[in-house]
């Protein structure tokens, strides 16, 4: 459709003419992207430009114009924008009929139920405004005229920018400050599973607050890639726009895979990926522009006092100082560029010693440096030289200073030249919620936080390495922890390592998950548990590193998969593995209480025949980082072995509405008063109030009594909550999954269970159990975020380990129960 068409249409139809027109536009499949934005951006300025005129003429209002502003100024209206408007006039217009021609403007844009930002002003009340107002200052940037006098918003757009850069040492901080304010609330777009493509940082604010930078004449944003990003995110939103039906930036998780679609690509995790490379570029040109205002703003505010100091003849502009750094390697006005004398096209490992000095001196590499270098370094030899390798464990071992060296060299492609492989991670998203960052600088994470645990291990620069690559298995099919090793025993090859380091590093990569996922989910007091962990790490000096590895791993993965506790069961795991490689072989261990307090309990069970429980608040403890945390509330129960214990117990809890933590359940056996043998259950919960206060310990204690005799009928209690108040629908979770864990112990069998965490959820699996005529002797189970990750070592009512296909029996019933 012609614009000629579209102003002969809305004209002869008014309102129902537009939108019809508008509808046509936007089910256009094969018209997407950029060229529907900039039609519909025509369509509708040939609407308001048909309203406009008509209404001026019928109200005799001269010198008056019709201005787009903001996203519409811009030309970048998606399905669901706003009309950003301003109704610009000389003054000299009655007010009556300035009134109604914006009437005659506004009114048909409302009818039609779109969003309109609107004001009305003379050229000297939007210039006052906008020195007020940074956003309208903002906005009045991308002025552009749609119908009108054009000589009028020329001179308003002549003044504004005149005035945008005259103030541009005042209102660029201050624009910062915004920029800063607003990614501290909304969080870094290439990070969030449910990012905000307009506010988030990285997002399209970002991207037009370069835009004003650019207009100030202060600094301009690196151009590779920014307009790419942009038209990605705006695609991105096109779709969501059109696939929702509402004005949202959120992409929310169950609209992604509609919204990929929309887009031609293959599912949510492409979608995310896009948008994250997308994110990430707008991020580093971001970073790059304000550190050169800064610079150059930092260097006028000093030249007049260096022109008074000097008493007046500057001359020409003094060369900043450059301090060097390393071999061809300088610090210049606080940035890191090459000396003069360096040849990067001789020197290959220039780019990994560039990037290790600024990483140790906390300085960012100069953007023209890192483009310098993408365009004109000598490649590596495979493998790598010594010093390459060195170099790239300084760079790892540099702490925090480490993350904003390697994105500079991501940004430019360089990390991938050099770790062919790592484009695999590039920017892949993680679908678990514990996560807080996406593959590849979750890796990056880890390295900065095993830099601060270097000091614990004796190769150094293998926990280094092993901590960058312990997940780049991610992305392939199968365990990535298998697929992994693979790769890293590859990449450790190519960096240079020896056969005997490549294998330590392979076997660090392959069990990185092992002493938490077999010190939080296996009973430590069986000796096959420990045995199998030292004859996976085979040597103390691998288990030293691993220790360390598993540390990182879980600090740099989010608040939720580290803590005290952890840390304890994990330090307690590498103790007992550590005497068995160094020669003490354990043996099967006798029946022992874990504490006095535990004894003092389970004593009085056994004497009253009745549970006994005790509630304490646990002091706060330091955290593996050295920061102190809260342990929790620790609910401690004893109480005769019988049937019905464990749903009972964690129905209770569930009624009284505390969220279990973490639960460790043991049969435990005593000599009572005739001297036979007695057989006791002591569970140590802990546990934390969804709301409001903790219930008393007695109140408790009467209603586990008759949850165990029968009287409190807590399935029924907990199917009337649920159904009184049912959860809000959220994205759909996993199915849970329920496993017999191969080899897990030689006096039980262990079943796993992995299921989102939810009210009443011990309780289904405890009833499972029961169902199952299983006898649980050992219990433990952990909460990581939204996952509960739980291991029962169960036995048949003759306290022998379950045939295997009993076990697979038992396993189905509870994920059955489950489902």
């Not at 990003?229 to 726009?241: M, S």
Request: proline share 6%; with cysteine.
């Amino acid at each position: 459709m012609t614009s000629t068409e579209v102003t002969t249409e809305t004209e002869g139809s008014g309102p129902s003419g537009y939108a019809a027109a508008r509808l046509r536009l936007l089910q256009q499949e094969a018209r997407s992207g950029p060229p529907r934005r900039e039609a519909l951006a025509r369509l509708t300025d040939d609407w308001l430009t048909a309203l406009f005129t008509a209404a001026a003429t019928r109200t005799g209002v001269r010198g008056a114009a019709l201005v787009a502003v903001g996203g519409y100024g811009r030309g970048e209206l998606s399905p669901r924008s706003d009309l950003d408007l301003l109704l610009l006039h000389d003054g000299s217009a009655d007010a009556a009929a300035l009134a109604a021609l914006a009437d005659a403007v506004w009114y048909p844009v409302w009818d039609l139920g779109l969003a309109l930002d609107h004001s009305v002003r003379t050229p000297g009340e939007a210039r006052k405004t906008a020195g007020e107002d940074l956003k309208v200052q903002l906005g009045l940037l991308d002025a552009r005229p749609v119908a009108g006098d054009l000589g009028l918003v020329a001179s308003l757009r002549t003044a504004i920018l005149a005035d945008w850069r005259n103030q541009a040492p005042k209102r660029l901080p201050a624009l910062l400050e915004l920029c800063q304010e607003r990614a501290e609330r909304m969080g870094e777009l290439q990070f969030l599973l449910e990012p905000d493509l307009k506010e988030a940082r990285g997002g399209l604010r970002d991207a037009t607050a370069l835009r004003a930078v650019a207009a100030s004449w202060v600094a301009d944003a690196p151009r590779e890639g920014l307009d790419r990003a942009r038209r990605t995110l705006l695609d991105a939103r096109d779709a969501l726009h059109l696939t929702t039906g509402r004005a949202t930036d959120r992409l929310a998780l169950q609209e992604q895979d509609q919204v990929a679609q929309a887009l031609g690509l293959l599912d949510a995790d492409t979608l995310l990926r896009q948008v994250y490379e997308a994110a990430r570029t707008v991020s580093y040109a971001t970073d790059v522009t304000w550190r050169e205002v800064n610079r150059v703003l930092r260097a006028r505010s000093a030249r007049p006092r260096l022109r008074a100091l000097l008493g007046g003849g500057l001359g020409a502009k003094p060369a900043p100082e450059r301090t060097p750094l390393a071999d061809g390697v300088v610090d210049a006005d606080g940035e890191v560029v090459l000396a003069r004398a360096a040849r990067p096209e001789r020197d290959p490992v220039l780019t990994l010693r560039a990037a290790a000095a600024a990483a140790e001196a906390g300085l960012p590499l100069s953007r023209h440096l890192v483009r310098h270098l993408a365009t004109t370094a000598r490649p590596l030899p495979v493998p790598w030289p010594p010093e390459a390798r060195e170099e790239l464990v300084t760079l790892l071992g540099a702490g925090e200073a480490t993350v904003g060296v390697w994105e500079a060299l991501e940004a430019e492609g360089i990390i991938t030249r050099l770790l062919p492989d790592w484009e695999r991670v590039h920017c892949r998203p993680q679908r678990n919620p514990v996560h807080t960052w996406t593959v590849d600088r979750h890796l990056v994470e880890t390295a900065v936080r095993a830099a601060s645990l270097t000091r614990r291990v004796h190769r150094p620069d293998l926990l280094l390495v092993a901590a960058l690559l312990h997940d780049i298995g991610k992305g392939w099919p199968g365990d990535h922890s298998v697929a992994g090793e693979v790769i890293a025993r590859d990449m450790a090859t190519r960096i240079g390592f020896d056969k005997h380091d490549v294998g330590v590093i392979a076997t660090l990569v392959r069990h990185h998950l092992l002493l938490v996922d077999t010190a939080t989910r296996r009973d430590l007091d069986d000796p096959a548990t420990v045995q199998s962990v030292a004859a996976a790490v085979s040597t103390a000096s691998t288990l030293e590193l691993l220790h360390a590895l598993t540390e990182a791993d879980a600090l740099a993965t989010g608040p939720a998969a580290w803590s005290a506790w952890r840390a304890s069961l994990v330090a307690d795991l590498v103790k007992r593995v550590g005497a068995v490689l160094a020669g003490e072989f354990p043996e099967e261990p006798e029946e022992a209480l874990p504490s006095a307090e535990h004894e003092r309990l389970t004593i009085e069970a056994l004497r009253t025949g009745e549970p006994v429980l005790a509630l304490h608040t646990q002091p706060e403890e330091p955290a593996g980082d050295g920061e102190v945390e809260p342990v929790g509330v620790e609910l401690l129960i004893a109480l005769p072995d019988r049937p019905g214990v464990l749903p009972a117990a964690a129905g209770v809890l569930a009624l009284h509405r505390l969220t279990v933590r973490a639960a460790d359940l043991r049969a435990v056996e005593l000599p009572n008063e005739l001297g036979e043998r007695a057989d006791l259950l002591l569970l140590s919960w802990r546990v934390a109030a969804e709301y409001g206060s903790l219930p008393h310990a007695a109140r408790l204690r009467a209603d586990l009594v008759r949850a165990l005799d029968g009287s409190l009928d807590i399935r029924a209690r907990l199917a009337e909550r649920e159904a009184a108040y049912p959860r809000r629908r959220g994205v759909k979770a996993p199915p849970p999954r329920v496993t017999v864990a191969a080899a897990g112990s030689r006096r039980a069998t262990v079943i796993e269970v992995r299921a989102q965490d939810a009210p009443g959820l011990l309780h289904r699996i405890g009833r499972a159990l029961d169902g199952s005529a299983v006898r649980v002797r050992s219990a433990h189970v952990s909460t990581l975020g939204a996952n509960a990750v739980d291991a029962f070592y169960v036995t048949g009512t003759d306290d022998e380990p379950l045939s295997p296909a009993r076990a697979a029996e038992v396993a189905r019933e509870v994920e059955k129960a489950l489902g």
